[in-house]
């Protein structure tokens, strides 16, 4: 059994329209000012490659990684920061960017630590938006694609660290029956 690529989900064409008008956004409500752009490692590496250099503000970037422990594969909701940021974020937009939201849990728990060292603001922008899947209240800024259930590959997501680097983005049907939970 190999994992199959059902179907495509969102075309190249799709994404970079879509990214386009997030960053025209982004800008328009950035004007004048200089934002700290911070990608949570590793999913939103790739969109945030193509966000920022559709601005037409200027950024810095820097980067975070978090992960979350728990039994079995659903997530306990306890979320630890594994790389944390090397900027300094106090007084600072920050500008978080996500590739995929679902739970919420990362989110919410990279906010509080940001939060806790004064930024001037702090916004997330996401990619993709499993609404459906909270279990906890977040609403991001900024949000790409909203989608229901389903496991996606592609634009930086993957499966087993393999798939991130296809340039649209794949509904997966894995090879094998113990993967059968969602992104996130
Ligand atoms: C994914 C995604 C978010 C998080 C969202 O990361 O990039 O960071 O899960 O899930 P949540 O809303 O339920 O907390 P993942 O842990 O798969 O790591 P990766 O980005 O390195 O693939």
Excluded: W
């Amino acid at each position: 059994m190999v994992d199959v690529l059902k179907k495509v989900f969102l075309t190249p064409p799709e994404i970079s329209g879509r990214v386009r008008e997030m960053a025209d956004e982004i800008s328009r409500d950035y004007a004048g000012r200089e934002i700290l752009v911070i990608g949570v490692l590793k999913g939103a590496f790739v969109f945030m490659a193509d966000l920022i250099r559709a601005l037409s503000v200027p950024c810095r970037t820097d980067f975070i990684r978090a992960a979350s422990y728990g039994a079995g594969t659903e997530s306990s909701g306890a979320i630890v920061i594994t790389k944390d940021v090397e900027l300094p974020v106090e007084g600072r937009d920050v500008l978080i960017v996500e590739d995929i939201v679902d739970s919420g849990l990362t989110l919410l728990h990279i906010m509080d630590t940001l939060k806790s060292r004064n930024p001037r603001s702090i916004k997330v922008c996401t990619f993709l938006d499993k609404r459906k899947r909270r279990k906890v209240h977040f609403e991001a800024d900024y949000v790409g694609f909203t989608m229901d259930d389903g496991f996606i590959v592609g634009y930086g997501l993957d499966f087993n660290e393999q798939y991130r680097f296809l340039p649209a983005v794949y509904v997966l049907e894995p090879a094998s029956a113990c993967a059968q939970e969602e992104n996130g």
